[in-house]
């Protein structure tokens, strides 16, 4: 008998393009969902944005609430769950980069509430993933949240965005390339479930951005569009393989143990790159692909060495021997890579 089983949450409205977020309204009314919105942001957003947003609720008739949160935290997480049950909210919006997103879809999650992701910045694929992840103390809460049910990405708002977020966010895609390597080498040692549709799909994400990386300039309002699009598509990517696997390797969890020995450190896209590059190289040697990351890396203008993420050598090292303590994902490192094998993989790919 045939037993097998697939869930796929994918977002229902993805609205993309210039001046869409004044159609926020519109995206979430499709979506049937009741009761007041409540806006998360935080302080930048909030006035690029989140204020927009809430003004288009008001206008529209809702009776919108609001709260900003100014730190990636669990107690911020915890904040937002109290502050929507006060005010007896029915939905959330996450307004933000990175950190907004993450402690809204982290909330509503808890709340069993629904969740609509508009991102001020093309910084990181957590804008679209169902996974969210802060930072607490010594460890680092990562839940399988749900993916948000629209996403609003107004590119003119996107391009606005610090140019280093957007290289961040592209270097969180071109990651990709090793995040499958971990996916696959995972499914043929350990046997975890792999979907050849989701590998696929990551990988093509990655290999198209790269093959635009000439449309990703400064001031290019494209940029973010091309950017978006690919952090959407790596989301989906993940939905479908129910995993983050697709888009996170050992890159990601050097990456995390970056954050956790230098909690003010480089932005997550500047270090899963950087951590790529090494891990291509530990997948693949002196002679595989790891230039090939490194370039494509370095033509959209994202950093490719501990220098680049002002990060020192050391730290770089500690971070790659002790990555794979980070949680129970198996990748190219294995039960653990010697700092003998760190400094050559370091050293080899110019990283340090
Ligand atoms: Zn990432």
């Known amino acids: 008998m045939f037993e097998k089983t697939t869930w796929i949450r994918l977002p229902r409205n993805v609205v993309v393009g210039h001046g869409v977020l004044d159609q926020t309204i519109e995206a979430v009314s499709e979506l049937h969902l009741t009761g007041r919105p409540l806006v998360v942001s935080s302080p930048t957003p909030h006035q690029v944005a989140g204020s927009r947003v809430v ?20 107690d911020a997480v915890q904040r937002v769950i109290e502050y929507a049950e006060e005010s007896d909210a029915g939905f959330l919006l996450g307004v933000g980069g990175g950190k907004a997103i993450d402690i809204t879809k982290m909330a509503a999650d808890d709340l069993g509430l629904g969740f609509v992701s508009v991102p001020t910045a093309a910084s990181h694929d957590g804008i679209v993933s169902g996974r969210g992840s802060v930072p607490e103390g010594d460890t680092r809460h990562s839940v399988a949240a749900e993916p948000p049910l629209a996403v609003v990405a107004d590119t003119e708002v996107l391009a606005e965005a610090p140019w280093r977020l957007t290289t961040a966010g592209c270097a969180d895609i071109i990651s990709n390339y090793t995040a499958v390597r971990d996916y696959e080498l995972a499914h043929r040692l350990k046997n975890i479930p792999y979907s050849e549709y989701a590998g696929a799909l990551a990988r093509m994400t990655a290999e198209m951005l790269v093959d635009s990386a000439d ?7 494209e940029s973010a569009w091309i950017v978006v699009k690919a952090l959407v598509s790596s989301g989906v990517a993940m939905s ?6 697709p888009a996170s390797g050992a890159e990601h969890l050097f990456s995390h143990q970056l954050d956790r020995l230098v909690p003010d450190g480089a932005l997550h896209g ?4 950087v951590g790529s590059i090494m891990t291509e190289y530990l997948h693949s040697g002196p002679k595989g692909k790891w230039r090939d990351v490194r370039d494509a890396l370095s033509a959209i203008g994202a950093p490719t060495t501990a220098a680049g993420l002002d ?3 050391e730290t770089v090292i500690e971070a790659l021997t002790t990555a794979h303590r980070i949680r129970d994902r198996y990748t190219i490192l294995g039960d653990g890579v010697s700092e003998e ?11 340090i």
């Open 215 to 221: 449309s990703i300039k400064k001031g290019l309002e």
């Open 311 to 313: 990060i020192d050598d």
């Open 240 to 245: 479908i393989a129910g995993s983050s696997r």
């Open 55 to 74: 003004a288009q609720f008001e206008d529209a008739g809702y009776d919108p609430d609001e709260v900003v949160i100014e730190e990636a935290s669990f």
């Open 341 to 351: 094998a760190a400094i050559e993989a370091a050293s080899v790919t110019g990283v």
């Open 270 to 273: 500047h270090q899963v790159g």
